[in-house]
């Protein structure tokens, strides 16, 4: 975990408790929630209950001269009413049904000012049947009668005009509209983000066109076979089973996640490639970057042997600079409540007079982030932040809450001891934490690089200057962190240059070469993985004895390269 992280945590963590204490909050000038009404917007939702209610429809089925006694409820338009953080879990956990996280007369734009309400806000859906309606209160708005889309489409039109949904161009009658639009259309997408040099697809991806969402397949292309009728707009959603992506406060309170990717895309344009630009939305290109980001983490995990990454809550924000953190609040609940909540508690309690209880309620609660990234302006910062922060996830994963706990502990105790700075000098905050700080961070490091140049960024961890215990953070360079030892066991040739370890005083104490040929020993990143989650390695002396053990012919050889990182 970066630099001063810890604090910022709990900084980010008072501003997510202030949302959800007030009914009203203004926003600082960064907020994505505009309350300015936007017409489009608003008719595109609020339209479709409209134009789809029973009365409508009955309508539409008169004027055109058809039987509409038949038309009868098929579905209803539904106003959630969440009243704890456990409804909001059944809300977020929802997969059958398309809910709308913001009220429908509010619009999201991409900056602005504005006021949000609380985090237990309505939110509105469109159910086939009662019993699909998440188990809290709610409020029937409309019963809606919902046609076959490819029988129907001359009564959808004619319902679209009845309720305002779909112009009538002054040089047209009705009946024209109704002839020109009344075989609707098939949308062809192709969801993908810019990466500087080329348009990658977005894979998995949530998209939501209408009432109703698909998701992308492996090349971005949008898996939707419902027909439409007049122009639409194309939202997205950075989620699958892999991850949650959120950027902003306003998200992280939950007001909403889908993205306007494309608005008024007609018939004409029915075969289209949506490409998300850093030029067009700088805020929804970062999600798509990291959503991407994990997405190729967990490709080279599932040919490595590594847990892959798996319904992570993945939070951007700018409160945190250009630094990122592995807090794993989400995966591993119980850290933030008997270890995070204590370290916010006095700060939250006495400095914002916010009761302990509220405090739990909150931190235990849907919204824990378990990677936090910040700013970045190029695609391969953005993805070697997330390179980096999911090796822990994939590390601690395997082995477990009170591992990680460790992490967590002695990062922040250090914070306290070194200036802010979480890492220490080897010997902070104490010897065994310290030992569990070098092993987590000098992995994460190493695994950045490694997948980095899997991924052509040009990363290396050859020529890593080590540097002795205690150590200063004066000396540059990462520090105290073997991240090279891992590097060199796996390279298959002798360093181009002399390994050199220097002491507090920048002498050098060791020097030699790397003679290690890992990769003719068959020794891959999975073999190092398997030793790194072993439930005895808690340090880098644990894992040079486990490795000794697993390749006794190699001691010899081991304990050089070992002892030119200071082990």
């Known amino acids: 975990m970066n630099f001063k992280i810890k604090f910022m945590l709990l900084i980010f963590a008072a501003s997510t408790v202030f949302f959800s204490a007030c009914n009203k909050t203004e926003l600082p000038d960064d907020a994505e929630l505009s309350t300015s009404k936007n017409t489009k917007w608003n008719n595109t939702e609020m339209f479709a209950a409209k134009t789809f209610s029973v009365v409508n ?123 020109e639009n009344k075989a609707g259309w098939i949308p062809k997408l192709t969801i993908k983000v810019n990466n500087g040099t080329t348009d990658v697809p977005l894979q998995d991806m949530r998209i939501r066109i209408g009432l109703y969402y698909d998701r992308t397949d492996a090349n971005g292309v949008v898996k939707n076979t419902r027909r439409h009728y007049g122009k639409i707009d194309v939202f997205g959603r950075f989620e699958n089973n892999s991850v949650t992506v959120r950027k902003g406060l306003t998200e992280i309170a939950a007001i909403d996640r889908y993205d306007k ?64 953190a592995a807090p794993l609040f989400h995966v591993f609940d119980d850290i933030s409540t008997t270890f995070f909540k204590s370290m916010a508690e006095s700060f939250l309690v006495n400095s914002l007079s916010f009761t302990t209880t509220f405090i739990a309620n909150l931190i235990g609660s849907h919204l824990e982030p378990d990677i936090v ?109 073997p991240v090279g030892v891992y590097w060199d066991i796996l390279d298959n040739s002798p360093t181009e240059s002399e390994i050199r370890l220097l002491d507090s005083n920048n002498s050098v104490i060791v020097k030699g070469f790397d003679t290690f040929n890992g990769q003719g020993n068959g020794i891959t990143v999975s073999s190092l993985y398997n030793l790194m989650t072993n439930s005895s390695c808690n340090s880098v002396t644990n894992f040079k004895t486990l490795f000794n053990q697993q390749y006794p012919t190699l001691t010899t050889q081991s304990n050089l390269l070992f002892s030119l990182y200071a082990y």
Not at 142 to 148: F, G, I, K, R, V
Not at 305 to 310: D, E, F, L, R
Not at 422 to 440: F, K, M, W
Request: some cysteine; proline content about 4%.
């Open 57 to 179: 429809m009955k309508k539409a089925y008169s004027k055109l001269g058809l039987k509409s006694d038949s038309i009868n409820a098929n579905a209803f338009y539904v106003k959630l009413i969440p009243a704890t953080p456990e409804d909001i879990r059944l809300i977020e956990s929802d997969t059958f049904n398309v809910i709308f996280d913001y009220p429908l007369d509010v619009s999201i734009n991409v900056k602005g000012t504005g006021t949000v309400d609380t985090f237990l806000n309505p939110r509105y859906l469109i159910v086939d049947d009662v019993s699909q309606i998440p188990d809290m209160s709610y409020e029937i708005k409309d019963e809606l009668y919902l046609p076959n889309t490819d029988e129907d489409g001359k009564a959808i039109v004619t319902a679209m005009i009845l309720s305002g949904e779909l112009e009538e161009p002054a040089d047209k009658d009705t009946t024209e509209v109704i002839e």
């Open 261 to 324: 990717i494309a608005d008024d895309v007609s018939q004409s344009d029915y075969m289209r490639t949506l490409s998300i630009k850093k030029s067009s939305n700088e805020s929804m290109w970062m999600k798509a970057t990291c959503f991407e980001a994990i997405r190729r983490y967990n490709a080279y995990c599932v040919g490595n042997g590594i847990a892959q990454a798996s319904n992570i809550n993945l939070w951007i924000t700018p409160v945190i600079g250009s630094r990122a």
């Open 373 to 481: 990234i910040g700013d970045f302006s190029t695609t391969m910062t953005g993805e070697l932040l997330v390179f980096h922060e999911l090796s822990h996830y994939s590390h601690a994963i395997k082995r477990g809450k009170t591992f990680w706990h460790n992490i967590v502990a002695g990062e922040i105790s250090c914070m306290a001891l070194a200036d802010g700075d979480p890492y220490g000098d080897g010997t902070q905050p104490n010897a065994t934490l310290a030992s569990y700080i070098g092993l987590a961070e000098s992995w994460a490091n190493f695994m950045e690089a490694t997948i980095g140049a899997h991924y052509s960024h040009g990363t290396s961890a050859e020529g890593f200057k080590p540097r002795t215990i205690p150590f200063s953070p004066s000396h540059g360079g990462i520090g105290w962190f």
